[in-house]
T-cell receptor, first 113, second 115 residues
Framework: DAKTTQPTSMDCAEGRAANLPCNHS???????VYWYRQIHSQGPQYIIH???NNETNEMASLIITEDRKSSTLILPHATLRDTAVYYC??????????????FGTGTLLAVQP | GAGVSQSPSNKVTEKGKDVELRCDPI?????LYWYRQSLGQGLEFLIY????????KSGLPSDRFSAERTGGSVSTLTIQRTQQEDSAVYLC?????????????FGDGTRLSIL
């Protein structure tokens, strides 16, 4: 799976949009971009994923550049409960294969009151 | 609906004892994964089950570790003769068949402490 690069930490004011960047310059054409987050003492929580089109769900939006070498996760109105470590993962899907997730060190997002 | 359930949430045991950790996946999820997360570290893949196929055990760190999945649902991870380096949070995840782009959904883990 392709390696991802994320900032170690970011701050965001409560109520403002949080934009979390991820570089994945070696991504291949069949690799998806996944985002998870992990709140202290909890298991990782799935947020969103995409291949090349931008995606939006009730939690967040995912913007993938046209060359697919980077992406941004957007939390439109951050709350204190969004404070967590956010992981960007690229993952290929092979039929019948394990397709395990490989987590890097992620970005610690601290939402400030 | 109900998410992935793991038990116990915490386990403290003495070095050398055996432990069993349980995972109840989301109903209908045929793929099941075990990971572990040591303090301050990322997730480490341990083992993967998909339906009736042979499990992928490539991540198990030693032969003291084993896992079963009975009836295609509940899974048990067993660690024999525990060592202090086994202390970690053990996480279970499940998903719809992994051949599609299905996200994995995690439980909150079992925090294992070896004294």
């Amino acid at each position: 799976d392709a390696k991802t690069t994320q900032p170690t930490s970011m701050d965001c004011a409560e109520g403002r949009a949080a934009n979390l960047p991820c570089n994945h310059s070696t991504i291949s054409g069949n690799e998806y971009v996944y985002w998870y987050r992990q709140i202290h003492s909890q298991g990782p929580q799935y947020i969103i994923h995409g291949l090349k089109n931008n995606e939006t769900n009730e939690m967040a939006s995912l913007i993938i550049t046209e060359d697919r070498k980077s992406s941004t996760l957007i939390l439109p109105h951050a709350t204190l409960r969004d404070t967590a470590v956010y992981y960007c993962i690229v993952r290929v899907h092979y039929g019948g294969a394990t397709n395990k997730l490989i987590f890097g060190t992620g970005t610690l997002l601290a939402v400030q009151p | 609906g109900a998410g992935v359930s793991q038990s116990p949430s915490n386990k403290v045991t003495e070095k050398g004892k055996d432990v069993e950790l349980r995972c109840d996946p989301i109903s209908g999820h045929t793929a099941l994964y075990w990971y572990r997360q040591s303090l301050g570290q990322g997730l480490e893949f341990l083992i993967y089950f998909q339906g009736n196929s042979a499990p992928d055990k490539s991540g198990l760190p030693s032969d003291r570790f084993s896992a079963e999945r009975t009836g295609g649902s509940v899974s048990t991870l067993t660690i024999q003769r525990t060592q202090q380096e086994d202390s970690a949070v053990y996480l279970c995840a499940s998903s719809l068949p992994s051949s599609g782009n299905q996200p994995q959904h995690f439980g909150d883990g079992t925090r294992l402490s070896i004294l």
